[in-house]
């Protein structure tokens, strides 16, 4: 088992496990196996019973998403990190997997069980609604194309998150070239963004393949669990699989074309105050960030440690809790 250390490691655990062993690391399937079989097995007599089975399901889940997204920011944090990479494509491609097909064996013992209707319908109503749903759209056929396109996204995010660009003398990463849109020199602008379009435009066509081979990858993910273009595709199946089942695709076009009657007027109107305010004939990208009353940029902050106090300030000031 591979288990990169992390930066949040030593945060404390103000939500002790009951049910997960705390020294378990679901990254190795040998220790998760034991609690699928466990669950798996429980007899469930009572409505009690089906609640407390629910509660340590739950709890399984949320301690595997943790530890995967843990896997998946060590990726992040250092795109060069063959360690943190190599862990995170083998829980994808081995872990993940068994553990779609196991719980889709506890959501069909769920769904079948005469003790839901005991269930109270103010708590479980909407996770009744979405396991149910989960039940009737698994395909084991999909796993593997599930697998294929979480790989896929961390392609994506490895080249993208790798990107450096030469920029007068220096090596600068996409988010250094968008700081310098927000400085009053125009000719600067310009020469940052269109450095950064470069970037990205150089591995246009790994890009598109990416793109490509998810979207034909999501088609025969919906095709295969019934849902092909005459039964609105991808579209439909992205509704259901996502738990979105108080609006759907046309509530999602009626808000668009409210947008554009509504809102978009407003941004153009913006748009020509800034265009107006700045002296310009017309506004192009590299001029949408730079203050428009030529006041210098806000330097929030100069380093991780000022950030850090930064946020939690604000977040205390939210609700001390949070904080």
């Given at each position: 088992m591979i288990h990169s250390p992390l930066p949040f490691d030593p945060l404390p655990a103000d939500y002790p496990r009951r049910y997960v062993p705390a020294e378990a690391r679901l990254s190795d399937w040998e220790q998760v196996e034991p609690l699928f079989d466990e669950l798996d097995s429980r007899e469930l007599g009572s409505v009690e019973e089906l609640e407390q089975w629910l509660l340590d399901t739950s709890e399984l889940a949320s301690v595997f998403m943790e530890e995967a997204s843990r896997l998946h920011i060590a990726t992040t944090l250092d795109t060069e990190d063959e360690q943190a990479a190599a862990a995170h494509a083998r829980v994808t491609q081995e872990v993940l997997p068994r553990w779609s097909a196991r719980s889709h064996a506890l959501a069909v013992r769920y769904a079948g069980s005469e003790l839901r209707s005991g269930l109270d319908p103010s708590r479980?109503?909407?996770?009744?609604?979405?396991?149910?749903?989960s039940v009737e759209l698994f395909r084991a056929e999909n796993l593997p194309l599930?697998?294929?396109?979480?790989?896929?996204?961390?392609q994506y995010l490895q080249r993208t998150g790798g990107i450096m660009v030469k920029f007068r003398g220096e090596?600068?990463?996409?988010?250094?070239?968008?700081?310098?849109q927000e400085k009053d020199d125009r000719e600067l602008r310009e020469e940052a963004w269109r450095a950064e379009a470069d970037a990205y435009a150089?591995?246009?066509?790994?890009?598109?393949?990416?793109?490509?081979?998810?979207?034909?990858?999501?088609?025969?993910?919906?095709?295969?669990?019934?849902?092909?273009?005459?039964?609105?595709?991808?579209?439909?199946?992205?509704?259901?699989?996502?738990?979105?089942f108080d609006y759907g695709p046309e509530d999602a076009r009626r808000l668009c074309e409210s947008i554009r009657k509504v809102v978009l007027p407003l941004v153009t109107a913006r748009r020509e105050r800034r265009r107006d305010l700045m002296g310009l004939d017309s506004l192009r990208p590299w001029d949408m960030s730079v203050d428009p009353e030529g006041r210098p940029a806000l330097e929030p902050f100069d380093d991780y440690d000022h950030l850090n106090e930064g946020v939690a300030a604000i977040l205390v000031a939210v609700d001390p809790e949070l904080g």
């Open positions: 479980y109503a909407v996770m009744d609604r979405a396991l149910v749903a599930s697998t294929r396109v979480s790989l896929l996204g961390q090596e600068l990463t996409p988010t250094q070239l968008a700081s310098l150089t591995d246009a066509d790994f890009y598109d393949s990416i793109y490509s081979e998810m979207l034909a990858l999501r088609a025969q993910t919906a095709a295969n669990a019934g849902m092909g273009p005459a039964e609105g595709g991808y579209e439909s199946y992205a509704y259901r699989s996502k738990g979105r």
